[in-house]
Nanobody, 123 residues
Framework: QVRLLESGGGSVQSGGSLRLSCVGLGYDLRPACMGWVRQAPGKEREGVAAMDHYGHASYLDSVKGRFTVSRDKDKNTLYLQMDSLEPDDTGMYYC?????????????????WGQGTQVTVSS
């Protein structure tokens, strides 16, 4: 069974940085597309960033230039470096993975999910 464990969330002030990590357990995720999905209070989930198994990255327009997604396939780990954080970035950030993803930012396509890590950005 695939397990995804996120870490690295926290509370920062606007303009600050955080680095999220997601390690996959129980399955070799090298063939998978992996992504970060967030959900703000009262809002729907949205795909923030993703990287397919070729290493191609995709980003939500509002985070381009501020967030960087990367992965270490040997460690089965996905990262999200978040810089210049804004209050609108506040939310629960989930790691997701699947081997059959056509549109990496469409969270509905992912089968495997972590429990999430909270990111709070204050103004």
């Amino acid at each position: 069974q695939v397990r995804l464990l996120e870490s690295g969330g926290g509370s920062v002030q606007s303009g600050g940085s955080l680095r999220l990590s997601c390690v996959g357990l129980g399955y070799d995720l090298r063939p998978a597309c992996m992504g970060w999905v967030r959900q703000a209070p009262g809002k729907e989930r949205e795909g923030v960033a993703a990287m397919d198994h070729y290493g191609h990255a995709s980003y939500l327009d509002s985070v381009k230039g501020r967030f960087t997604v990367s992965r270490d396939k040997d460690k089965n780990t996905l990262y999200l470096q978040m810089d210049s954080l804004e209050p609108d970035d506040t939310g629960m950030y989930y790691c997701a993975a699947d081997t059959t993803v056509s549109y990496p930012l469409r969270h509905q396509q992912y089968t495997y999910w972590g429990q999430g890590t909270q990111v709070t950005v204050s103004s």
